[in-house]
């Protein structure tokens, strides 16, 4: 059982940045590919980034050069690192782990773009 906290999200203005963290407890968190992931009201909840085990990375076209993914395994911890945000960015983000068939999902945190 992986049980994933996030923080980090608020409100910014187009242009600033924000960092999501997500914290994990429970077993060897290291083995997990680990994913960000985004919904809006109405629509389909997306993929952001996922990272790997072993640290290969993999982005949503819409996320390319502004956003960062990484984690640290030491700390069971998850990141991401959002630069050069745009309104469209407003969305609640999710941690999500994977292995085989397992699959644990963050309750989120609200990231609000606006003026």
């Known amino acids: 059982q992986v049980q994933l906290v996030e923080s980090g999200g608020g409100l910014v203005q187009p242009g600033g940045s924000l960092r999501l963290s997500c914290a994990a407890s429970?077993?060897?968190?290291?083995?997990?590919?680990m994913g960000w992931y985004r919904q809006v009201p109405g629509k389909q909840r997306e993929l952001v980034a996922t990272?790997?085990?072993?640290?290969?990375?993999n982005y949503a076209d819409s996320v390319k050069g502004r956003f960062t993914i990484s984690r640290d395994n030491a700390k069971n911890s998850l990141y991401l690192q959002m630069n050069s945000l745009k309104p469209e960015d407003t969305a609640v983000y999710y941690c999500?782990?994977?292995?085989?068939?397992?699959?644990?999902w963050g309750q989120g945190t609200q990231v609000t773009v606006a003026s």
């Open positions: 999500r782990a994977t292995h085989l068939i397992l699959d644990y």
């Open positions: 429970g077993r060897m968190y290291s083995i997990y590919t």
């Open positions: 990272i790997t085990s072993g640290g290969s990375t």
